[in-house]
C-alpha cells in the first residue's frame, strides 16, 4: 500500500510540474488582457447604443406630450362647440397618449437605471484592466533585463582559439619549470 501511495504521489506532482511549466503566467496575464479589452469595447459599444435608445426615448415622451397638450386644447374646443361624439374620439386618443407616454417613462427608467450600471462596470473593469497592463509591463520589464544578463553571461562563456592557445603555452611553460 505504501508504494502504491508513493507512486501516485509521484505520478501528481509530475503532473503538477508538467501544468505549471504549460500555464506560463506572462501568457495567462496576455490572454487576460487581451479578453479585458474585448470586454470593455463590447461594455463601451452596449454602453453608446443604450445612450441613443435614451435619447430616443426622450424624444418620443417630449413629443407625446406637445401632442397631448394639443389634445387637451382640441377638446377644450370639442366641449364649447357641444361635440360629444367628437369628444369621445379624442378622449381615446388622449387616454392612448397618456398611457403610451407612461411606457415610455418606465422604459426610460429602466433604461437610465441599466446605464449607471453599466457605466459602473466598465469603470471597474478599466482600473482592473489597467492593473494587469502594469503587470505585463512589469514582467516584459524582467523578461528584458532577464535577457540581458543572459547575454551577458553566453558573451562571458565564449572562449576564443587564441585564449586556448596562449593558456596551453602558460600551462606547459608553468610544468617545464617544475
Not at 56 to 68: A, C, D, T, V
Not at 128 to 156: C, G, H, I
Request: aromatic share 4%.
Amino acid at each position: 500500500m505504501a508504494l502504491i501511495r508513493r507512486l501516485t504521489r509521484l505520478f501528481r506532482a509530475d503532473f503538477h510540474a508538467v501544468l505549471d511549466r504549460v500555464e506560463e503566467p506572462e501568457i495567462l496575464l496576455r490572454q487576460s488582457i487581451r479578453e479585458m479589452e474585448e470586454e470593455l469595447v463590447h461594455d463601451e459599444q452596449d454602453c453608446r447604443r443604450h445612450e441613443r435608445e435614451r435619447e430616443h426615448l426622450s424624444k418620443r415622451e417630449s413629443e407625446l406630450r406637445q401632442s397631448l397638450a394639443s389634445l387637451g386644447e382640441e377638446l377644450d374646443v370639442c366641449f364649447a362647440a357641444d361635440k360629444e361624439d367628437l369628444a369621445r374620439s379624442l378622449m381615446r386618443r388622449k387616454l392612448e397618449t397618456e398611457r403610451s407616454i407612461q411606457l415610455l417613462s418606465r422604459r426610460h427608467e429602466t433604461l437610465v437605471a441599466r446605464l449607471d450600471q453599466l457605466s459602473q462596470r466598465i469603470n471597474e473593469n478599466r482600473s482592473r484592466y489597467e492593473s494587469m497592463r502594469q503587470k505585463a509591463e512589469l514582467f516584459d520589464q524582467q523578461d528584458r533585463e532577464t535577457d540581458a544578463e543572459e547575454a551577458w553571461s553566453v558573451a562571458d562563456v565564449r572562449i576564443r582559439d587564441e585564449d586556448v592557445e596562449v593558456a596551453l603555452l602558460k600551462e606547459r611553460q608553468r610544468r617545464a619549470g617544475k
